[in-house]
Structures are given as C-alpha cells and as structure tokens.
C-alpha cells in the first residue's frame, strides 16, 4: 500500500488524517458501488455530466475499445498493491502512456469547474513555489465556477461563463493553455467513491478519492510526464447518469430506513 505524497504537497496532519480514512474506509461497499456503477454503464448508450447547478450538460461516449478503465478500490489480491486511501475509478485512452499518439475522450457538450483542485508535479525540474502559485489560483474555484464547452475531449480555452470569484483560476488555465496545448486535452476523467471521508481544502493528492456522498467526479488536464503538471478538478456538483436518466455518481444515495424488531410493530404489546 502508497500513500502518495511526493506529486503534491503533504504534512504530518494530513498524513494522520488519511490513515484514519484508511481505517474507516467500507471496502465492501467501495465494491458494491463500482459493480453498480459497471452494471448500469454497460448497459447504456452514453454517460451523461450534468452539473446540478449550472445544468451544464456533456455526452460521453464510453463504450469504446479505445478507453483503458482503472479500478483503485475495495480488496488488495494476494501479491497485489494500490494507492491507499482506496476509492477510485478512472478511465483514459487506451494509447495514453504512448509517445506520438493522441488519442481523445469522445465528450463533448458543455462541462463547469468548481470544486477542488490538485496540482500534481511530473519528474521534470519545477519549483515548489511555482507548483504553489499554481494550486493558489485553482483553489479559487472552491468559491466560484468556469463553464467551458468541450468537443470530443478538447476543451474551448474561451469560457462559455467565469464567476468573478472564480477569474484566478481561469486566468492560470488560459496561461497553460498557452504554454502547453495539451493542457486543453482532458486525458482522465475519473470517480471518486471514498464517502468516509472529507476532501481536505490543500494541495492534496489523495483527494482524488472523495467521493462526497454517492461517487465524485474529475476532470484530469495535463497527463506527466508529457506535460509538467496534472491538473485535477474534483467537482461535486457533477451528476453522471445513463440513457435513461439514472443517476450513477453524484447526488445523494437513497437508502430506506431498517430497524430490528422483536415483533411486528402493528400488534401493541
């Protein structure tokens, strides 16, 4: 088992804090989510992103042989390791480790950004205050939101809509879509579906796990060690549902109250 602390920044607090997740984390139920969330995909035409608030929608085009799935969760095989805390899937193109070849997600339509940002450093020589100024300005979305439209994996660096509160993090986005252009290309989109924790308010990569209360999307920009960073975006208003409409990610997950009882409760005792 890793806990990744080198990409990004970490501290002693936060380390304590992901070895408690660790310990309360529900690996069955980590499982039993993904199954459903496998079942219902592969049923469906496409996924849809919805954004709860801004009602910002995308279709993705997931049934593809082109797309490689992750699965970073539930039981370690016997020989086997991951990440830790667990709780996480992603998808990506099957060609993505692969120099010379780009391949896009097939998404397109409209996605927001807000929520929690992670600025992840590649091998390549970079500055901790650079990666810091970076992560300051993408924070801003926790307070505001970006619409951009996107079409077959290609983010539109023009805004369709930035909130005032959210201008720092749009005007660091333009700057790397200007120096890199392959930080317009969404190489991940991933699932978090840790729900036994909270997304700490830092530069922290296990972040990527949050799963608020029925799965968390985000949205993966820049892929190391092509590119000097990778930019995650936690948005946890996103809602991810199938054909029919069916929530899978987001929302909140409806359960019926159970209560152990001696006798039926219509006879009075």
């Given at each position: ?13 936060s ?24 079942a ?54 099957l ?20 929520g ?18 970076i ?47 392959r930080?317009?290309?969404l ?12 997304a ?44 029919q ?9 409806k ?8 006798g ?6």
């Amino acid at each position: 088992m890793t806990l990744p602390c080198s990409s990004s920044e970490i501290d002693l607090e936060s380390i304590k804090y992901y070895l408690e997740v660790m310990e309360r984390t529900d690996l069955d139920s980590q499982q039993e989510w993904t199954n459903n969330f496998f079942a219902i995909s592969e049923k469906s035409k496409y996924l849809k992103f919805v954004d709860s608030e801004t009602k910002t929608e995308a279709i993705f085009h997931h049934m593809s042989d082109e797309y490689e799935w992750f699965e970073q969760l539930g039981m370690i095989p016997w020989g086997g390791q991951q990440f830790v805390p667990s709780g996480e899937i992603s998808v990506f193109s099957l060609f993505h480790n692969h120099p010379g070849i780009v391949k896009h997600i097939n998404i397109s339509g409209e996605i927001t950004f807000s929520g929690y940002s992670i600025v992840n450093s590649g091998k390549p020589s970079f500055l901790a205050e650079d990666r810091e100024r970076i992560y300051s300005k993408l924070s801003s979305l926790m307070k505001g939101k970006i619409i951009f439209e996107i079409n077959e994996g290609r983010l539109n660096p023009k805004a369709v809509y930035c909130d005032k509160e959210a201008q720092d993090a749009y005007d660091i986005l333009k700057n790397l879509f200007e120096i890199e252009s392959r930080y317009k290309l969404l190489w991940e989109i991933g699932f978090g579906s840790n729900t036994n924790m909270q997304a700490i308010e830092a530069n922290r990569t296990p972040n990527e796990i949050y799963g608020h209360r029925n799965g968390c999307v985000h949205w993966g920009l820049g892929l190391t060690p092509r590119t000097q960073y990778h930019l995650d975006i936690i948005c946890p208003n996103t809602l991810v549902m199938d054909d029919q409409g069916t929530v899978i990610v987001g929302g909140e997950k409806k359960t019926m109250k159970r209560t152990s009882a001696q006798g039926c409760p219509c006879i009075a005792a």
